[in-house]
């Protein structure tokens, strides 16, 4: 069961070897979360993370494999990890998949994958983690989204329309759980500096896995719908979203 704190006690995470997610568990951890239940797809990386777990403290840990590209398989993962854990007070959705722009949106499989990873997969996950949360009487989910789904760009729309669809399908989501016991806090973080994003230049407003892991885990502690990561990027975006369409294609990123 979540703390006084909204600490929870357990968590199930999709997408677990993603730099963010792991660094998420190891606060969790850290502060009290005792049964971790780990879903991905890389079993190298999937183990590593559930070592860094039990290092961390964790009392339980298991790992589900799992492929976001079968989209039929989101609801048996999901029960799978809730079976696992026993029950489950904190769910983190952390999958990502980065798109290579000029070669992808040439290419129709190609964009299927990448809509299909960020946003088609993760929706029907969180479909089925909204009806054990009505069943529970309660449960909090993490979803990592982007600033890239706020208002979209030409230089990634592929990756920024994925991310604009989970975003509102999941704060969308959240309406229907009122009075549930179910919540669902968005998390919108800025470029970040990780394994997706290497080779690829970094802007001068960026942050890192650990800061957004913070801003997370606080953000969830305050019961807040979205959380902007870092916090000054909630009011940048406040203005690039009023900027008329053809000043908007003119910016430099």
Known sequence: MNDAFARPNSVLVLGATSDIARAIVGLLVRDGCERVVLAGRDQVRLA???????????????????????VDQAAGVVDSGFSAAGRVDLVVVGLGLLADQPEDERDPTRVTRCLTVNFTWPAAALTRVAEHFREQGSGRALVLS???GVRVRRSNYIYGSAKAGLDAYAR????????SGGFITVVRPGFVVSRMTEGRSAPPISTTPDA???DAVAGLERGA?????????????????????????????
């Not at 590593?48 to 079968?70: H, M, P, Q, R, W």
């Not at 979205?226 to 430099?252: H, K, Q």
């Open 48 to 70: 590593e993370a559930a070592g860094e777990a039990k290092e961390a403290g964790a009392s339980f840990v298991a790992t589900l494999g799992f492929d976001a590209n079968e």
């Open 146 to 148: 982007s600033v890239a």
């Open 172 to 179: 969308s989501l959240n309406q229907t759980l009122a009075g």
């Open 212 to 214: 957004v892991a913070r």
């Open 225 to 253: 719908e979205v959380v902007w990561s870092p916090g000054y990027l909630a009011v940048i975006f406040r203005v690039l979203r009023l900027l008329p369409e053809a000043i908007w294609r003119r910016l430099p990123f």
